[in-house]
């Protein structure tokens, strides 16, 4: 085994959700696992905000001070990295369905 390879391996096996930053992320994860202040990305790598809290029926993120909170639901997260949940959605699509109110699921 190639030192690549081990060290692939020991990133993928210190977390449940993930394959670690060089791994290949794993499409299955528990929802209830992410942490407040992950980053959330949408599909093109653009920042949206951080992670405020995560149930089982909804991801809350804060855009900033100034900014409203985006309440999003799974079916809306592509993948997960350690400290990062990629969306499978644009900003733009997220605007144009109204996740800045509560109780907005699509």
């Known amino acids: 085994m190639s030192y690549g390879l081990l060290q692939r391996w020991r990133a ?3 977390s449940l959700i993930v394959g670690g930053r060089d791994g ?3 499409r299955t994860f528990r929802f209830a696992d992410i942490e407040r202040g992950w980053r959330v990305q949408d599909s093109d790598e653009t920042s949206l905000g951080t992670v405020v809290s995560s149930g ?3 991801l809350t993120v804060s855009r900033g ?3 409203s909170t985006l309440y999003l639901p799974p079916s809306a997260v592509a993948e997960v990295h350690e400290g990062v949940v ?3 959605v644009t900003s733009r699509w997220v ?3 109204g996740w800045d109110r509560a109780g907005s699921r699509k």
Do not use: D, F, M, V
Request: proline share 6%; glycine share 0%; charged share 30%.
């Open 86 to 88: 990629r969306l499978n």
């Open 24 to 26: 290949l992320p794993r």
């Open 56 to 58: 089982e029926i909804l």
């Open 65 to 67: 001070l100034l900014s």
């Open 12 to 14: 993928s096996a210190r």
């Open 95 to 97: 605007e144009a369905q």
